[in-house]
């Protein structure tokens, strides 16, 4: 800690929250993608806004942690922007279930990445203000996730093809989120 209760983060955690806060504010679009093709009161509306109403959260928290420890954001929010929302959308557009089978790869691929912090952050113990949070909403992301496969993800049109896709873009994204 320095001056005030100021807390410097270490550039290894700088760059799990530069990387967290990215993929929350990516996931806020993509929800955001989907209500808006499916409507405030289409198919799975009311779940998809409970777990954006989680995910604006988890991105408050991470903007929190971003000012209080002074780390640089991704330069690539803009991207994420129209990334994830188009996400949301096109997945929205081929159905329901589409948009459902989005949600559970993302989170898939979500729990894998904060799991990996997790034993980062706890073999080092550096930081267990971070790895608390980082605990609570992996819980909540593998929630979203499960949330989408009752809601029927899985019977969407090619859902292994899909799922695939998504979550190999999830991975590219969190490594270029990273670093840049």
Do not use: N
Request: charged share 25%.
């Amino acid at each position: 800690m320095s001056g005030a209760g100021r807390h410097t983060a270490r550039p290894d955690t700088e760059r799990m929250i530069r990387v967290d806060q990215a993929g929350e504010y990516g996931a806020t679009r993509i929800y955001a993608g989907q209500l808006a093709v499916l409507g405030e009161r289409g198919p799975h509306a009311t779940e998809i806004r409970s777990m954006a109403a989680q995910e604006d959260e988890h991105l408050a928290r991470f903007d929190q942690l971003i000012a209080e420890r002074g780390v640089r954001p991704t330069a690539l929010q803009p991207v994420w922007s129209v990334a994830g929302y188009a996400l949301g959308a096109a997945t929205a557009l081929i159905g329901p279930e589409a948009a459902m089978a989005c949600t559970a790869a993302v989170e898939e691929e979500i729990d894998r990445h904060y799991s990996r912090q997790l034993d980062e952050l706890e073999s080092s113990g550096d930081d267990p203000q971070l790895a608390g949070m980082i605990d609570k909403f992996r819980e909540e992301e593998r929630e979203h996730r499960d949330t989408a496969l009752a809601a029927g993800a899985e019977q969407a049109p090619a859902y292994p093809l899909l799922s695939g896709a998504i979550r190999m873009g999830c991975r590219l994204a969190i490594r270029l989120s990273e670093r840049v």
